[in-house]
């Protein structure tokens, strides 16, 4: 495996991802990333689907971050500004053709625009990296239903105390779901039954 530089996920959680990833490569599904920024961790995906049927999906804004809500303040947090970590989607395809990687499936939307027909019907593997409550939120809602069984969601700053959003959005979630969750660095990992 190529060692790609991810400057927003530690190695121990890139490594993690990457184990995940491979295990989900058994099941029937695409894998499918809700934040993708730069396409650092779409990169690390990307070649671990290459030569397999499963196609890999991308969804951005691609207008850096969304206004901030209630559930998204915290001290540590409190200057993220909108439009923060912007990045087009000319960029993200130009990564993957510098790499030598085909072009993913690339939509450009804010995830609450997103409707159940811009996902693949089976997903095997979610990466969801929204940094904010109602992008997590809406991120869970557009994947949970096109989860396979044995398939895996794994949320990004979860445990990061600048983004309370996140936790916020993924326990909300949770409730009432009999779903294993387990924690890796910033990363939570819900395994789907």
Partial sequence: MTAWKNDQVSEVETSKIIELAREA????G?????G??????????AEVVKNTPHRLWLYDSFEGLPEK???DFSEIGKDFQKGELLV???EVKERFLRAGFKVPVIKKAWF????????????AFAFLDGDFYESIRDSLKLVE???VPGGVVIV???????LPGVAKAVDEWMRGRNLTLKKQGSLVIIEVK
């Fill in 25 to 28: 490569l058994k099941l029937e």
């Fill in 30 to 34: 695409d894998f499918v990333e809700l």
């Fill in 36 to 45: 993708c920024y730069k396409g650092d961790t779409s990169l690390l995906l």
């Fill in 69 to 71: 809500t209630n559930s």
């Fill in 88 to 90: 087009t989607k000319r």
């Fill in 112 to 123: 609450s625009e997103l409707t159940s027909e811009d996902l693949p019907s089976k997903i």
């Fill in 145 to 147: 239903d096109k989860m």
């Fill in 156 to 162: 990004h700053d979860y445990t990061n105390e600048a």
